[in-house]
């Protein structure tokens, strides 16, 4: 295996297992109809300089292995990682076309919010588990949360960090 690749991988490691123990370890935050999926703020890392593939990969594995001590079930196993995978696709394409800008940032983080919604709000929980439509609201809600104001949170952090 190269020096490259074993990099990629230690680093999707990573991402995927913080991600999993972060929403495992709030779990009643991050689990049910009323949810503020808190560690879905690093769902904004593909956008950051340094990652990419490494992240959408990290996260989506993350998301599979969060959601097994999710109370859906094996349907959330599922519907988790494909919500993850548009999300963090959505945030990554977000950087390659309009750049790691403010608008760029922003589009992303609204790519994310309505993945997450319609997998999650009304896929999962309104089709598959017939929860009355609010369920939806209560979604696109947390995840504005979680996403949008955590994630630019991130953002922020990263840039002065970087300088």
Do not use: C
């Not at 999300?87 to 922003?106: H, P, Q, R």
């Amino acid at each position: 295996m190269s020096a490259k690749l074993s990099i990629m991988v230690a680093r999707l490691s990573v991402i995927a297992a913080v991600y999993a123990a972060l929403t495992i370890a709030l779990g009643p935050l991050a689990y049910g109809e009323i949810q503020v999926r808190i560690s879905d703020a690093m769902l904004i890392l593909p956008f950051l300089a340094g990652f990419g593939w490494d992240a959408v990969v990290g996260l989506t594995i993350g998301g599979f292995l969060a959601n097994l001590a999710s109370p859906f079930g094996y349907i959330d196993w599922v519907f988790g990682p494909i919500a993850n995978f548009l999300a963090t696709l959505g945030v990554y394409a977000s950087k390659k076309i309009f750049g790691e800008n403010i608008v760029g940032l922003v589009i992303g983080e609204l790519l994310a919010i309505i993945a997450i919604t319609l997998v999650i709000g009304y896929g999962e929980l309104y089709l598959v588990f017939g929860i009355p439509w609010m369920v939806i609201l209560y979604v696109l809600i947390g995840e504005v949360i979680s996403i949008g104001i955590g994630g630019s949170i991130i953002y922020g952090a990263f840039k002065r960090l970087r300088g």
